[in-house]
């Protein structure tokens, strides 16, 4: 089991993501985006960073690369495809997930621990937890305020695909506990595949026990496994 950390100019958690990942025991290798996908890969992470300096709009210069065209094919056969914060951004900027990230509603930088509610336990991602688990992960952006139409934001709630919710310490879904203003609190979703993922918190930042406050996150990264 090898995993593929993708790297863009300007991603600046893919080592991160690597360690995290291995100190699971779980095989990572970096790779960069021009060099396209391996022949052969078991599962493909989209780091978070500041990808061509969030030009335009974070994740949008990234999105057109011609991996991601890979990216979607192998997301479309089932290879687990996780997006995170700037890989979040570039997910639905390429349309691996419904949806759009944009400027915080504070309007700044936030780099600080939130707390998900999981919504649903019967995903790759979310197997080691129990549905209404509160987990602790970090945030660290500026545009990770999930908008999305109505009515796409309907079929998202029918489908079940909204996977962590900004909560308070409790599980509660409130105005308050919503750090960037996203709509519906939604932090994590899935694409049209429940293989595939993105969210705006950093599991990577919250498993390894040396650096991290909370090891929380681990269990989205063990869908690698
Ligand atoms: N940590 C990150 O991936 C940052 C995401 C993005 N560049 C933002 O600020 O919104």
Not at 29 to 55: C, K, M, N, Q
Not at 105 to 126: G, I, K, M
Not at 135 to 160: M, Q, T
């Amino acid at each position: 089991m090898t995993v593929t950390v993708l790297q863009f100019g300007g991603s600046n958690c893919d080592r991160d993501a690597v360690r995290a990942l291995e100190h699971l025991g779980i095989d990572a290798e970096r790779r960069w985006h021009a060099d396209g996908l391996p022949a052969e890969t078991d599962g493909i992470v989209i780091p978070g960073g500041f990808s061509y300096g969030d030009y335009l709009r974070a994740g949008a210069m990234a999105a057109r690369a011609p991996v991601m065209e890979e990216v979607r094919a192998a997301a479309a056969d089932g290879t687990p495809v996780l997006g995170v914060c700037n890989g979040a951004q570039i997910g639905a900027e390429s349309g691996l997930v419904a949806g759009a990230f944009t400027t915080n509603e504070s309007a700044r930088f936030q780099c600080e621990p939130v707390h998900l509610r999981v919504e649903r336990a019967d995903t790759p991602w979310t197997a080691a937890y129990d549905e209404g688990d509160v987990i602790e992960v970090p945030i660290a952006h500026g545009e990770g305020r999930f908008e999305i139409d109505a009515a796409a934001s309907e079929a998202l709630e029918a489908d079940d695909r909204i996977l962590f919710r900004y909560c308070d310490a409790d599980g509660a879904v409130t105005d308050a506990a919503n750090p960037n203003g996203s709509t519906g609190n939604v932090a994590g979703i899935l694409g049209e595949r429940e293989t595939t993922a993105v969210l705006m918190p950093h599991p990577e930042r919250a498993t390894l026990p040396d650096v991290a406050a909370s090891t929380d996150g681990e269990g989205i990264l063990r869908a690698f496994a």
